[in-house]
């Protein structure tokens, strides 16, 4: 009892029954004003299932009065959670009080009963939990509602254990217990036989759950204040220790002299590509673009991703864009700069400071730039799609794709499985077999293909079609349970043996971007048929 509205979590709805006994929790919301009269008996004030809108009617004189109450009568007690019952036409469900929902902006994950909130990072919070028979919600959220509307919770409980021993058996004393304080009042009682056929306890009572100042509601203007900015490695001194600046906009300096002397918003902060990984594996919510990082609609992040080897950010940008837990998260991937006259890129240098076009260069960024391209153009020429593009519910295999941030195999591996996913599944087996004329027996997609573009006259129809069948047996061997020798010779055959997975990969990139390049030109060109 002491632990409600204390500890992390508070359980505001919940019934049990069983052999042994039966109870449960439920609560309601308390003007403040109420609470002296709520706290004065151990009795529930609002039982499970009521709450809901409706009418009274009452009768002072000749004619009835009919009043409409919003929370069904009960005046300074209104329900948080609310019990929706259909007499067993519908199932019965459990809703959370609407403007508990919308105040907070919670979002209702239905595939794990429980309300989700986010931050401006985009991380998730899980507030709340639901299921049939209970309801607990996070305390602190819970505390900063009750803040914002300036009331109270009360959270009744009633439980009833049956016992094979008598009543003789407990000690007086014991048997008979009460609490009243102005926070938490309940009763304990141990009876003979009312409650059915054997000695039973009863403990009933209410545990007051009260808000928080307003002021730490975290909804405006009353938002959490900011926590200080990371310092990130912007170089090395003269013996080769780090140097390390905050990235807070406000104390960098500018074009136009403001914090002379300071490092510049421009200064490049250089990472390793694994910082990256975590976005990568989590396509649903973010997206690596061109020079660019996306989550949602939350926040971007300027970048220069077109090196293999390490990805760079200019120091201001770092603070104006991300939270102090991205920030975090970047400064545990931060390196010195390589010294090496690369830590920008040519495509960033050319458009953050001379303010020119450029395609990117990244493999993956060119690849998938390639792929859509292609599509678009092949279906606008002959009214079908030679590769077509992937479905909603696979976006996030093109998302993800991109060049190993780091040597694990099992990284490379779902990189393969990905890029054959969008090249040799995605191939249009129907409309190539179509275009044939018909499929032979046992013709498989690659082979039709090969069919199709040898019958074009296709100058590179085996280097392309070379290309399709490797990654073909990479996929297959990776797919197998235990990798054996099949996984030894096409790993020979990637170059696994001699070169990195990141080397190997952006091979498999460049060359499938060459047959997109060239499949363009000898098909798709303005003089083409």
């Known amino acids: 009892m002491e632990a409600i509205g204390t500890s992390q979590w508070t359980?505001?709805?919940?019934?049990?029954?069983?052999?042994?006994?039966?109870?449960?929790?439920?609560?309601?919301?308390?003007?403040?004003?109420?609470?002296?009269?709520?706290?004065?008996?151990?009795?529930w004030d609002l039982m499970i299932g009521n709450g809901l809108p409706g009418f009274s009617q009452s009768y002072g004189g000749k004619k009835p009065v009919t009043k409409y109450h919003r929370f069904g009568g009960h005046d300074g007690i209104e329900p948080l959670v609310l019990v929706r019952s259909f007499h067993g036409l519908k199932a019965d469900y459990i809703e959370l009080l609407e403007e508990f929902r919308h105040l907070l902006n919670l979002y209702y994950d239905k595939h794990n009963d429980r309300y989700l909130r986010f931050d401006d990072s985009g991380g998730e919070e899980v507030v709340a939990e639901v299921s049939r028979d209970s309801v607990r919600i996070k305390t602190r959220p819970l505390r900063q509602f009750l803040g914002v509307r300036g009331m109270?919770?009360?959270?009744?409980?009633?439980?009833?254990?049956?016992?094979?021993?008598?009543?003789?058996?407990?000690?007086?004393?014991?048997?008979?217990?009460?609490?009243?304080?102005?926070?938490?009042?309940?009763?304990?009682?141990?009876?003979?036989?009312?409650?059915?056929?054997?000695?039973?306890?009863?403990?009933?009572?209410?545990?007051?759950?009260?808000?928080?100042?307003?002021?730490?509601?975290?909804?405006?203007p009353y938002e959490e204040k900011p926590k200080p900015h990371i310092e990130f490695i912007i170089g090395l001194d003269k013996d080769g220790k780090e140097?390390?600046?905050?990235?807070?906009?406000e104390?960098?300096?500018?074009?136009?002299?403001?914090?002379?002397?300071?490092?510049?918003?421009?200064?490049?902060?250089?990472?390793?590509?694994?910082?990256?990984?975590?976005?990568?594996?989590?396509?649903?919510?973010?997206?690596?673009?061109?020079?660019?990082?996306?989550?949602?609609?939350?926040?971007?992040?300027?970048?220069?991703n077109h090196s293999e080897d390490r990805v760079t950010v200019f120091l201001g940008d770092l603070g104006q864009s991300l939270g102090h837990e991205e920030q975090l998260h970047w400064r545990s991937c931060n390196i010195p700069p390589?010294?090496?006259?690369?830590?920008?890129?040519?495509?960033?240098?050319?458009?953050?400071?001379?303010?020119?076009?450029?395609?990117?260069?990244?493999?993956?960024?060119?690849?998938k730039s390639a792929l859509a391209s292609f599509q678009e153009q092949w279906e606008k020429r002959f009214g079908w799609h030679l590769v077509r593009p992937?479905?909603?519910?696979?976006?996030?295999?093109?998302?993800?794709l991109h060049v190993p941030t780091t040597k694990s195999m099992v990284e490379f591996e779902d990189q393969l499985l990905g890029l054959t996913k969008l090249l040799v599944d995605s191939l249009n087996d129907k409309e190539i077999a179509k275009a044939l004329g018909g499929a032979l027996p046992d013709e498989k997609s690659i082979a039709k293909l090969e069919r199709f573009l040898m019958g074009k006259n296709y100058p590179s129809t085996k280097r392309d079609i070379d290309l399709l069948r490797l990654l073909q047996e990479g996929r297959s061997s990776i797919a197998a349970h235990r990798k054996g020798d099949s996984f030894k010779k096409v790993a020979e055959k990637l170059g696994l043996a001699t070169q990195t997975p990141q080397d190997v990969f952006s091979t498999l990139l460049r060359g499938a971007i060459e047959m997109l390049e060239d499949l363009t030109a000898f098909f798709l060109a303005p003089a083409a048929e």
């Open 243 to 249: 140097v390390s600046h905050t990235c807070d906009p």
């Open 338 to 367: 390589l010294g090496d006259g690369k830590d920008i890129s040519e495509t960033t240098r050319r458009r953050a400071f001379d303010a020119e076009f450029a395609d990117p260069t990244a493999p993956e960024l060119v690849f």
């Open 11 to 43: 359980t505001v709805y919940s019934r049990h029954r069983g052999a042994d006994g039966n109870g449960g929790y439920f609560c309601a919301l308390v003007d403040e004003k109420k609470v002296p009269d709520v706290m004065s008996r151990d009795s």
């Open 152 to 220: 109270c919770l009360a959270v009744f409980f009633d439980s009833v254990a049956f016992s094979s021993a008598g009543v003789d058996d407990v000690a007086p004393a014991m048997r008979e217990q009460s609490v009243t304080r102005p926070d938490l009042r309940y009763s304990f009682h141990i009876g003979d036989r009312t409650l059915g056929d054997r000695p039973f306890s009863r403990l009933l009572g209410k545990r007051l759950v009260t808000p928080l100042p307003i002021e730490e509601c975290g909804i405006w």
């Open 390 to 400: 992937v479905r909603e519910e696979d976006i996030h295999v093109f998302k993800k």
């Open 251 to 304: 104390k960098l300096a500018n074009f136009f002299g403001k914090n002379a002397g300071a490092p510049h918003y421009l200064t490049p902060v250089v990472f390793r590509r694994e910082v990256l990984r975590k976005y990568y594996d989590n396509p649903e919510k973010y997206e690596v673009d061109d020079g660019y990082l996306h989550c949602a609609g939350l926040w971007a992040l300027r970048l220069d």
